[in-house]
């Protein structure tokens, strides 16, 4: 089973723990949070981070999902990850705690996984989507190189709304800062 750690200059990209769970729900409860991804739920409930941790080793073990902890100097931020589509495409999800929010932790983590996506999985491509008024993941996609595909409209179980989507796509070719830009460190595991 594949459980690496993926370090960055600031940060550290490692499997969850179930000892994480209480922060991570700390983090995760926050409107603003939920208000700006397309499948977290508000207010986030009880057990759900236990439940949805729970799930981390399944999905290494077939492949189908690699969700890290993002951590920096032993506090924990957020949550990134490569997850396979129905289509069987890999996409890449990613949110921070509002405290650590315009800080370049999301550019920093991006380009940490998608340099173990492209280098020790060896995607081809990798897509990705934001809600259309999410700004900073915007930014932080096209920094990575990311090109919009498309829109769509999606109902947005926090908001209650539709939202436009933006679906983007990253080749392996165009990823800006390359797989030299994460020191990739892999447990024996």
Known sequence: MLNPTITTERLILRPYQLSDAPRLRELADSYAVASKLARLPHPYPAGE???WIGTHEALRASGTGYPFAIEHGGDLLGSIGLEQSETGEYELGYWLGEPYWNKGFGGEAAHGIL???????GLPYVRARYIADNHASARVLAKAGFLTTGRSRKLHIVRRTEVDMVHLVLVRDAFVGGESSAKQVYNAA
Do not use: M, P, S
Not at 115 to 121: E, I, P, T, V, W
């Open 115 to 121: 340099a173990f996506g492209f280098g020790r999985l």
């Open 49 to 51: 981070a236990e439940r």
